[in-house]
């Protein structure tokens, strides 16, 4: 199994689910802004390596552009995957659940997780997230909904699976 996630200044959002799940490999995507972040997430960087006993990734990404995080993202996805979508920037978390929920190189969405602490607690938390053809307005006569918005501006270029059902319907 494969864990791709996304990172920020935080290791432990990717240490967590590194102990529980196990995988053989681990993708970690992160990014910075300034001279600051980068030192924050070179020290998060750092304490992974140093705790991880699996065969690690780091997959630097502009964390404010949806369109390098998906190019970059993608090229990681694989049917044993799992999208731990915890740190990182919200664009870089839209950017892996968008990856994993249409299933880009399956032909299903690949689980997506978040750890979540509460009291003290830190556990793992699947994100139920079902897609139904219906529900993104796939519908001839629906020509303008916002998910084809969506799906026109992240998807279309990229030649996905849901992209090619977009420009067929």
């Not at 864990?3 to 590194?18: I, K, N």
């Not at 196990?22 to 992974?48: C, L, N």
Request: aromatic share 8%; with cysteine; hydrophobic share 40%.
């Amino acid at each position: 199994m494969k864990l791709l996630s996304t990172m920020g200044w935080s290791a432990d959002v990717v240490l967590h689910p590194l102990s529980v799940l196990k995988p053989e490999q681990a993708v970690i995507f992160y990014g910075t802004s300034d001279d600051d972040s980068r030192q924050k997430v070179e020290a998060a960087m750092d304490k992974i390596k140093n705790n991880a006993k699996m065969a690690l990734k780091f997959v630097e990404v502009n964390p404010f552009s949806l369109e390098d995080c998906i190019e970059k993202m993608r090229p990681e996805l694989t049917e044993d995957s799992i999208a731990n979508i915890t740190g990182g920037t919200k664009l870089m978390s839209f950017a892996l659940a968008l990856l994993a929920t249409y299933g880009y190189y399956t032909d299903g969405a690949i689980p997506v997780i978040y750890v979540v602490t509460k009291g003290g607690t830190t556990e793992l938390k699947r994100i139920p997230i079902v897609v139904d053809e219906m529900d993104l307005g796939f519908k001839k006569n629906k020509k303008n909904t916002i998910m084809r918005q969506i799906l026109q501006y992240c998807m279309i270029k990229e030649k996905s699976y849901l992209a090619r059902r977009y420009e067929q319907s």
